[in-house]
């Protein structure tokens, strides 16, 4: 039996070699990886026929058998999507990529093996339309080379292990009823074309469906088709698309294929393609790639290669691109059809914003006298170990280098107007807390991740009572935000009365009533301070000027009702109509006050005088009259009216409605020795010219008074 292994050993190495050389002829290769099973693809978005990029292109990278996307990004300021794909095996991954732009599908299908470049080439025309009122149609589609310069021409064979192009075509229902487009075999075409895919709206349908619905209203159809290069000739195809709609319509949109394939020559063309590295480069840092295969002899005889050098953007610009090899003395090279010529490059950036530089080739065919240019455009990423920024409401302020300490930002945090917060009323379901929200920015050109410890230092005992945060940790990306928490939950008015006379405490200013913390925010090499105050106050609020019409009333003017209630604290009315628009119950299922008057009926003619009823299931047990002819200008004085209301309480409250005058300040009850005051500026009675024959009171109310 061993000499049956010893044969059946190379037997299973020559298989193997053999697949392998099979896929690595189908793969698409540009660069050697650093990383086994990571591969960079640079997708590049281009205009046909000039070639220009697209910046803000949403490119997609998706599983060939499943169409699961897996990968995503966007086109660059200069048409360039850089992406990073991990576990990609030795023989390749089979992935489509994808993208969309102005009713435009455009994709490509690969075996991804090492580190490459894919251009999508996208027409500056726009899409076909159609509508179920007009079904016919003409449009055609040509296929193009998607490296520069952009040809109708496609040369035998290649791409080299693929040997077919694809190309996308599009329309859109832009009508306001559904396409529906039956998949005849004759729309599949015969070769050397073929269809590929088919999607409604950027998602992926089967090619194999009896028919696809396009959906009204800018919906939009891609049809995507493949041709065949490994004959020469020129082909043409017309695809008779049948649309119809549900309602009987019935059209052809006529789909003209193009493809003109050219046997090899020995005349070469001047050429642009691109190569990148994903490795974020810092600045004063380098880079040295791998193999990166820059130029492939795609013609019939051999080549003479000869290095011009690398070109910056602007002359006399000092290179960040050096070649380190073959080095210059070893051209000029020589290769034969097929052959590659690798090189291996330094990427050395000075600044974050990197230039624009090119790798410029001689190409010059053996027995032609006109030689080409070959520019590879280098692609690198570059990044700088900024300091992260903090990003407060209305500011974004850089961290400081260690081991600098920065004077660090103040805030007050604050619910009201007046910069305090009131105590908590546990009773009224008053927990007043004020809650911030910051971030840290990693900012994009950073090189690695931030990990930021969030360290606090309260004044006091009662500080770090009352201030929560969280998290005490972030780690952040480059380009992306952390957030973080920072509460405070005020006292009750009996623990803050505490607070209030704790001698430890106690300097007789408005410091009694601060609570502070201070926040580091430390990365190990950066820093920023945060310093947060919050000032309780027991003295209540006061609500902007309110007008509140009578719930139910309906007039010849206002034939709906109102349906308005008030509850205290808040800085509107609230209007409670059922959901689907009818008027809301009565009593009102929710507030603290309303308005009423005698007849709601839309006949009743005014004058009706209001009555202002505490809410049945609200938080009010009584209503008194506190004050008559009282000034507006002394009620708008808040902590003089809460004092005197101390000096001087209700003594009885009632549970009925009231009919209130101007210059009343009418008492509420809530709960347990809780009320609010209530100012009357003005009571309509519907005789007003402004008032649409409306009842109603103006108001202005200062909630809460605690412990009364």
Not at 72 to 77: C, K, R
Not at 87 to 98: A, F, K
Not at 441 to 468: A, K, Q
Request: proline share 7%; with cysteine.
């Amino acid at each position: 039996m061993k000499p049956h292994h010893r044969l059946l050993k190379p037997l299973f190495l020559t298989i193997s070699a053999l697949l392998l050389l099979i896929f690595a002829q189908r793969c698409m290769q540009t660069v050697t990886p650093a990383n086994p099973t990571t591969r960079t693809l640079t997708v590049l978005a281009r205009l046909a026929p000039d070639g220009a990029l697209i910046p803000g292109v949403t490119i997609d990278v998706a599983e060939e058998r499943s169409g699961e996307k897996f990968n995503t990004a966007v086109t660059n300021s200069e048409g360039a999507a850089i992406l990073r794909l991990e576990n990609i095996p030795v023989l390749g991954r089979n992935i489509v990529v994808s993208a969309r732009r102005s009713g435009q599908e455009q994709r490509i299908s690969a075996l991804l093996c090492n580190d490459t470049t894919i251009t999508l080439l996208f027409s500056n025309q726009s899409p076909a339309t159609a509508t179920c009122a007009r079904l016919g149609g003409v449009d055609s589609l040509r296929f193009r080379t998607n490296t520069l310069p952009v040809s109708d021409s496609l040369i035998q064979n290649e791409p080299t292990g693929i040997g077919e192009y694809e190309r996308c075509w599009s329309f859109v229902n832009s009508g306001s009823d559904t396409v529906l487009l039956p998949l005849s075999a004759q729309i599949r075409t015969s070769p050397p074309f073929h269809l590929v895919a088919a999607s409604i709206n950027g998602r992926s349908l089967s090619i194999n469906a009896d028919t696809l619905r396009v959906p009204p209203t800018s919906g939009v159809l891609s049809l995507c088709y493949a041709v065949s290069t490994a004959l020469a000739g020129d082909f043409t195809s017309e695809v008779p698309l049948p649309l119809l709609c549900k309602s009987g319509e019935r059209g052809i949109f006529r789909l003209r294929l193009r493809a003109l394939v050219v046997a090899r020559t020995c005349e070469c063309i001047s050429s642009e393609t691109s190569v990148s590295i994903s490795e974020r480069v810092p600045v004063g840092g380098t880079h040295e790639s791998g193999n990166i295969a820059v130029y492939t002899n795609q013609l019939s005889c051999p080549v003479t290669v000869n290095l011009i050098g690398i070109r910056t953007a602007q002359s006399g610009q000092q290179a960040e691109w050096s070649l380190i090899e073959p080095l210059g003395s070893s051209f000029p090279q020589t290769l034969a059809p097929g052959a590659r010529l690798a090189v291996r490059l330094r990427f050395a950036p000075r600044s974050i914003s990197s230039q624009t530089e090119r790798l410029l080739l001689e190409v010059r065919p053996q027995g032609i006298q006109n030689a080409c240019t070959v520019a590879v455009r280098l692609n690198g990423q570059v990044c700088r170990n900024d300091c992260p920024l903090l990003l407060t409401q209305t500011a974004s302020i850089p961290f400081v280098e260690l081991p600098s300490m920065p004077s660090g930002v103040q805030e007050l945090l604050s619910s009201r107007l007046d910069g305090n917060i009131f105590v908590a009323v546990p009773e009224l379901g008053m927990m007043t807390s004020v809650v911030r929200t910051y971030s840290v920015l990693n900012p994009s050109t950073s090189c690695t991740v931030v990990d930021v410890n969030i360290t606090p230092t309260f004044s006091d005992g009662y500080s770090s009572r009352f201030f929560t945060l969280s998290p005490r940790t972030l780690r952040i990306l480059p380009g992306e935000r952390g957030f973080f928490q920072v509460s405070f939950t005020p006292p009750d008015a009996a623990t803050f009365a505490m607070i209030l006379n704790d001698p430890a405490r106690r300097t007789g200013t408005i410091a009694d009533s601060s609570f502070s913390v201070g926040i580091e925010l430390n990365t190990g090499t950066c820093v920023q301070r945060l310093w947060l105050s919050a000032r309780v106050s027991n003295v209540p609020d006061i609500s902007p000027i309110l007008n509140l019409r009578a719930y139910r009333q309906r007039t010849r003017l206002k034939p709906q009702e109102e349906n308005e209630v008030y509850i205290f604290g808040e800085q509107s009315r609230r209007i409670l109509r059922l959901p689907n628009g009818l008027p809301g119950l009565f009593p009102p299922p929710l507030g603290d006050v309303y308005v009423d008057v005698t007849n709601n009926d839309s006949s009743a003619r005014p004058p009706q005088t209001p009555t202002l009823h505490p809410v049945p299931s609200g938080r009010v047990s009584g209503i008194a009259l506190w004050r008559e002819n009282y000034a507006e200008q002394d009620f708008d004085n808040v902590t003089q009216t809460f004092r005197a209301y101390l000096v001087s309480p209700v003594a009885a409250f009632s549970t009925g409605g009231v009919r209130p005058l101007p210059g009343q300040v009418y008492a509420f009850r809530l709960g347990v020795g809780s009320v609010a005051l209530l100012y009357v500026r003005r009571v309509d009675n519907g005789t007003e010219t402004n008032t649409n024959g409306q009842s109603g009171v103006e108001f202005r109310a200062i909630y809460p008074i605690v412990g009364r």
